[in-house]
């Protein structure tokens, strides 16, 4: 860690970074993103700010964008505004016992996430990105995601509670300020017109995924629909 880290880690510290409220991820990335002089849980216009540096305002969240997005989408029409999402690349599963105290096991996921994880979320204000003031980076991460076995969890987790996520490291990170930086995911071998069919066979992604991604796209007015294929709409750039 050089000398401008570790000062602003240190006024981070001071300005109520790690505080009782917040999950580890979330204070942790703060940390990561801090530079001196950022100033941390600042009131503006009605809510409370993540972090405010000069006249940006930097809102970290990292899960559910539905509950963020009234916030930002009122923010933004008067404010620069730009947001952290995390995507976890790699996960270790920490077991802990019900006290919180120790820690009875640790195993890495055999699950790899991918950038194109972002449209998971994005999906919920893809329309944001149209506006001048917003602009949205993703950490690519390693992450330990702290389980307990209380039975008080979901189905898919076999009834474990997820107690905490801590960042490991940030192994990348991807800073998207306009609608047609996301045309990147459109491979270039990609004939136009093209379905979402097309962009599977193209991409090897899901057709969810494919999905997710097509729609963003036209709600960010990067794509237009074109035309039909049988059921399958078509899209250009």
Known sequence: MD????????????????MRNERSLHAALKQWYAQPGDCFEVPVGGF?????RGEQLVEIQTRNFTAIRQKLQTLVQQHRVHMLHPI?????????????????????????GALTDLFEELVRLPELMNHDNFSIEFPLIQEEEVRCKDGKGSKR?????LK????????SSRVFSKSTDFLEFLPPSLVQPF???????AT???MHRCRQITYCLRKMD????????????????
Do not use: H
């Open 3 to 18: 000398q401008s880290q570790a000062a602003a880690k240190d006024s981070a510290k001071g300005n109520g970074i790690g």
């Open 48 to 52: 409370v700010i993540d972090l405010v």
């Open 222 to 237: 990067a794509i237009v629909v074109v035309g039909k294929r049988g059921n399958e709409l078509l899209y250009e750039w």
């Open 88 to 112: 976890t690349f790699e996960k270790w599963i920490v077991q802990i016992d019900k006290s919180g105290g120790t820690t009875l096991s640790r195993r890495k996921s055999t699950t790899k």
């Open 195 to 201: 379905s979402n069919k097309c962009l599977a066979q």
């Open 164 to 171: 905490d996520r801590r960042l490991v490291s940030v192994v």
């Open 204 to 206: 090897g992604l899901p």
């Open 157 to 161: 987790r076999k009834r474990e509670s």
